[in-house]
């Protein structure tokens, strides 16, 4: 079996499964594939690790890394999308009186710096706001200013924070999702580098195959996932780990996920962000999308590992 | 009467009389003053969280450690030879010497990719990381240290016609000694918080992945579980150094 | 005879210092320790060397160990060879005036030290000083500290290290100025003793006009600062000499000579008291 | 015009010394042809750094505002808790072991519980700022303020002077080097700490502005970040340099 | 005569050590220091205390200026009162062995530190010190740093320092030692007549028998260590007292005796090398 590496986006959990569990079950060895699984972190860039050849492949940021590092001339692919919807969410308190996104207006709104805030500026948008009608600030990765009322919007991950918020007893909230007010990012891209593409596109189709089908098997065995999620991992929690897990298959199987099958790649969607970026300044100038975006390895994906 | 404050000392002084002590503490001063969770969780909770995952926790301990000592090693004799070289050759100090502070202000983990790439996923990231950490305060501390050699000692054994090599042997580094050991009790939690952060590039075991993961899940007893951890990886690794020092650089230069 | 060995113009000196200068400091705060130093020392011979305190003796010491450079005016002539700076490192016995101990050190191994930087091994140094311990007084400190030790003690220690780095010139800056008169007159004999049998040349510090007279072939009296030399005595007291000697006639009359010359050159650092 | 000279002949061999340094990484970069990605040129840094002076200043002023404010504190904290461990010995000895636990955790663990204290401004950078520090300068103090010898505390001891007297005559002057000493080594891990906790949890400076341009794959401005904020605490170098020069002038 | 003083029976003493005793280290190693010495001393008295090097002279005077707890047998009494550990300090002026200059201080200002700690404003202090320095032959050296100095330099500035400190009991421990013999000769007499103004009560150790005779109202002589009281001896000579009173044959008498005492206990600290 060829040794690769995948490199994912965070530390091992649930967002994670179908990677975790397509090794487990031999889905990549029996693909000629001999894959290490690579954890990632803060500051741990996915699309730099997997241009510069230290990884094979990556479960990378989102539409806009893609995007980004196609822009700065990483020599980057995008083969597959993990999440067919927005996973990210704005929250506020019941009691804020804020009941749509039109009430942002005047408020203290925070989201990630890292990417994430141009979906807002997007959403802000097509709700007919300008940013400068609300205050934008950095989100940490802790949702305790939030708790603590220090802003009265949060941005939240369907998948995490959310959840976070629910164990911590936090519900008396209401939860907008961009998706709502038409704007889709596709995130947990699924990436390798142009060399790969060119000198072994073989592998890239084999990667490709075993993850998808390792999706399935992870949605279909919920349980036996999770374990194999908590055996990758240290000092995971099952419960937060089910959850994930469940909301990632609310994502994943949205959208084109139902009819095209787990990993499509919604190349509307991802024009879409792209002029939104160039519009908000984030890009100086649009990339070639049917460069950055190979959509042939997903085409060819048996149909049975993709769709649920 | 006399006994008493001595007796007293000595119960203080004892690690793990220490270690009840603030135990204790915590476990009063949580309910007593109504300390919210956020702030400080009752340490049952932190206990009890710690329990929980104590094979993780050992499994994150003894990696922790092995990554922290062996950086700690390397920057050790890297901070010593440097501290020598800028020491023997003022031209480098001056020179070179203010670069490595500023270099010390580089937020290693603003690099990780570029670690990553440098060095791979291997064990040799976090090492490298303990060692660039530790590498400063031994400098700093051996470069004092041999400074304040005594002048008329130095000349007393250059008129035994001692070499460079005996004048650094026998009189410099046993006056910088004390120094060089305050450098190394600096530098060995320095090299403990190298590994940790290095431990944040894409690794699956250690305290730094767990905590990490505690953060971002926002599980406030597991991140004192931790702290806790680190703390005693910490104090077990400087009361070494400590017993070394008490052991063999007991003197104080005059 | 004085002529002769004082110039040292016909005999081979063994150490020979030719208008010695020493400067401290620049402009407005220099001070001048030594000034214009003529001096000549023969194979073997016994100098004792007097002068008021802060007159530049200690910094004529470390010019002659080659520990600080003299000032270019002159320079200082060993066996013929006028001496570069440090030249003469390692070849000759120097005892400073803070002993300088070790504190990392016990009492033994400080007084290996010099040993060691020979290059003889730990265990035949050791040997060597152990024997030693008893003719010093200093019997079952081998393995104190110096901080354990009293001032005298410590004294003791740094002039052992000093004989055990066995060298023709010695150069002793006030060795005995913290033993009390019995331990010192003990000592004295000692070094008498040593000097006899091994002909070494020695150069000794004192502010003890007897001990002067009582050690010396020759005193050499330095004005005071800034230092140079006053005059020479030679000191033709028979040798061996014995305790007795210090009550002569010929003692006597020496030292009252050599103490009408200090007293003036003293005065002179306590002048400005005198105005006052 | 002396101070001016001896300044020159200090920063001097620093800019040669750093000017080469920078020439082998261009020259080095463009013979290997190094991707910007993997190792961006010194050149090419400058040249960001100068076009996005304005966002770059404004975040190194409130860093260095953190950063320093936290020094202080955090030395203040630090030279207080050495002074009262001398002048109550129990306390030091109740109290060192409960030190070294905290200084033994990484202070990187400690930024989302200050986060979470003091808040996301500028507050909880000035706590772990000062945390970073504070126990360097109080290792370092204490040892230091252990240095004279018995002899020389005795002899204070018979003018009859106080404990307060010893330590403000005796002790504090003896321990300037080993404090100084500490503060250059908390120079430098204060910095890092407000830093990474700005990378963590804030609303401006150079730690966001890292932090940002990492995910925007923008390694240039993630370099010209760094960059400044070196040359910021390089500054803050000299002027302990110069601190350091007063206080410890006799040596 | 001798009775009454020596024993201070009747007197009230001024300061009175009863069973005195000090012991190093535990077990095996132990050094007893100082043994069983009992001492009186008078208002206005100037003692001197000789003994053998490393005899526990130090030691004592640690004891009396209550830096050093003394052994539970015994107690040190100052005007009538048994004193607690450390009860006298600030009450003795006191001058240890070795001159413990600060390094970060200049001369005038490691002058003037006691006064400081006594409260004094740094400038009064300053004027009161400076007046001094002509009377200590360090003119001009005011703004020098110890590590400028002399061996005798740094003493005397030590030893002015201790008599800015004005205190009725005088600790001087081996205050010359360093001193050459006339600059010493002078600030003995300068001693003799502060003593003489003042009336402060002196002990003195040195190591120079004739220092001892010289200025003593008393010798007091030390044995060997473990350290005790051999003997004392009153000295009656006149005051007034001359230079040339070294010279007369009531002082060679005294002398004659405690050269004597001394030398028999100096051989004990070298026994074992007799032996060998
Ligand atoms: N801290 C200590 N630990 C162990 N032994 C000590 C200590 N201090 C002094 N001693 C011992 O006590 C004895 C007396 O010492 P002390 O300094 O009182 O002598 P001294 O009479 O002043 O001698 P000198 O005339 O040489 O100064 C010595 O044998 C010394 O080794
Ligand atoms: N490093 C120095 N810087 C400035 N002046 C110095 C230095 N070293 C010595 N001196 C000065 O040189 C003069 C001579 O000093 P030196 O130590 O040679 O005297 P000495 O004759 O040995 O006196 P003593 O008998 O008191 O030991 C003194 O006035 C002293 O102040
Ligand atoms: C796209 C995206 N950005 C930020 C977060 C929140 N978050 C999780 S870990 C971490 C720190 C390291 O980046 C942050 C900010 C998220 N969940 N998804
Ligand atoms: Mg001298
Ligand atoms: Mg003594």
Known sequence: ??????????????????????????????????????????????ETLVASGADTFGIASGTEGVLYAREKGLPLVCIGMSQQMTPFAYVAYTESGINSVKDFKGKKVATWFTGPQYTLFSVLAHEGLAQSDLQVVSQPFSMQPFIDKQYDVATVTLYNELNTLKEQGITDIKLFLPDDSGVTT?????????????????????????????????????????????????????????????????????????????????MKSIAAVQDSLVEFKAMKAPVDLAAAFDTTFFAKVPAEDKKM | MSGSPNALRRVLANPFAAIVIVALAWWIAVPLFKIEPRFLPP?????????????????????????????????????????????????????????????????????????????????????????????????????????????????????????????????????????????LKLGISLSLAGAIVGEWFGDTVGLG??????????????????????GALGTVLYG???LIERRFVWWRPD | MLDKRAEGASGPAHLQLVNVWKRFGEGERQTVAVRNVDLAIQPGEFVTLIGPSGCGKSTLFNMIAGLLPPDPDGSVVFKGQPQQDGALLGKIAFMPQRDLLFPWRTVLDNATLALEVEGMSKKAARQKAEALFPEFGLKGFEKHYPQQLSGGMRQRVALMRTFLFERDLILLDEPFGALDALTRSMMQRWLLDIWAKHKRTVLFITHDI??????????????????????????????????????????????????????????????????? | M???????????????????????????????????????????????????????????????VEAVLGFFVGTLIGLAAAVLMILAPPLEVALIPLVIVINSVPSIAF?????????????????????????????????????????????????????????????????????????????????????????????????????????????????????????????????????????????
Not at chain 4, 44 to 52: F, L
Not at chain 4, 135 to 161: C, H, T, W
């Open chain 3, 210 to 276: 007897d001990e002067a007279i009582f050690l010396g072939d020759k005193v050499v009296v330095m004005t005071a600062r800034p230092g140079t030399i006053k005059c020479e005595e030679t000191i033709t007291l028979p040798r061996p000499r014995d305790a007795s000697v210090v009550t002569t006639q010929e003692f006597m009359a020496i030292k009252r000579k050599l103490l009408a010359i200090v007293e003036e050159e003293s005065m002179k650092t306590f002048a400005a008291a005198g105005a006052a």
């Open chain 4, 2 to 64: 002396a101070s001016r000279l001896s300044f020159l002949r200090s920063a001097l061999p620093v800019a040669a010394a750093l000017i080469g340094l920078l020439l082998l990484w261009q020259l080095g970069a463009m013979l290997f042809d190094v991707p910007t990605y993997i190792l961006p040129r010194p050149g090419a840094i400058v040249a960001t750094a100068i076009e996005k002076a304005g966002l770059l200043g404004s975040g190194l002023w409130i860093t260095s």
């Open chain 1, 186 to 266: 596709q995130q947990d891209s699924i990436v390798t580098s142009e060399k790969m593409i060119k000198e072994k596109p073989e592998q890239v189709q084999a990667f490709l195959d075993a993850t998808l089908k390792g999706w399935k098997y992870a949605f279909e065995h919920k349980a036996e996932a999770v374990d194999i999620v908590l055996a990758a991992g240290s000092g995971l929690e099952r419960k937060h780990q089910e959850l994930m897990l469940d909301e990632i298959e609310k994502l994943m199987v949205a959208k084109l996920g139902t009819t095209e099958g787990l990993g499509a790649i919604d």
């Open chain 2, 209 to 230: 992945v767990m905590l990490l993961q505690s953060l971002y899940f926002e599980q406030i007893p597991r991140v004192w579980v931790l702290i806790v951890a680190c």
């Open chain 1, 1 to 46: 079996a060829e040794p690769v590496s995948v490199r994912l986006k965070w530390l091992p959990q649930a967002q994670f499964a179908g990677i975790y569990v397509a090794k487990a079950k031999g889905f990549y060895e029996a693909g000629g594939l001999d894959v290490t699984v690579n954890p990632g972190g803060p500051n741990i860039n996915v």
């Open chain 2, 240 to 242: 070494f150094l400590a």
């Open chain 2, 43 to 183: 340490i049952s909770v932190v206990f009890a969280d710690g329990m929980s995952v104590w094979r993780d926790l050992a499994a994150g301990l003894w990696r922790t450690l092995l990554e922290t000592v062996l950086g700690f090693l390397a920057g050790a004799i890297l901070g010593i030879a440097f501290g020598v070289g800028f020491a023997y050759l003022r031209f480098l100090e001056r020179a070179f010497f203010p670069i490595f502070v500023a270099l010390q202000t580089v937020p290693v983990i603003a690099f990780g990719a570029i670690v990553v790439i440098w060095f791979g996923n291997t064990i040799m990231a976090k090492v490298v990381i303990a060692l660039y950490l530790a590498f400063f305060p031994v400098a700093v501390n051996t470069l004092r240290g041999l400074e304040t050699t005594d002048p008329q000692r130095i000349a007393l054994m250059k008129s035994f016609g001692a070499s460079g090599l005996q004048l650094f042997l026998k009189l410099a580094l046993p006056t910088a000694l004390p120094s060089i050991m305050i450098g």
């Open chain 4, 111 to 251: 930024v989302p519980l200050v986060l979470i204290w003091f808040g996301l401004g500028i507050g909880s950078k000035v706590a772990i700022g000062a945390l970073a520090v504070s126990f360097v300068v109080l290792l370092n103090a204490l040892a230091g303020l252990k240095r004279p010898e018995a002899d020389a505390i005795n002899l204070m001891r018979s003018f009859g002077a106080s404990r307060l007297g010893i330590l403000w005559r005796l002790q504090l002057p003896a321990a300037m080097p080993s404090i100084v000493t500490g503060l250059r080594v908390g120079l430098a891990r204060s910095t890092i700490a407000v830093i990474v906790a700005e990378m963590m949890g804030a609303y401006a400076g150079i730690g966001q502005i890292i932090y940002q341009s990492t995910a925007q794959v923008d390694y240039l401005t993630v370099w010209a970040a760094v960059f400044v904020a070196s040359l910021g605490s390089l500054v803050l170098y000299g002027v302990l340099v110069a601190i350091d020069r007063k206080l410890v002038w006799w040596r």
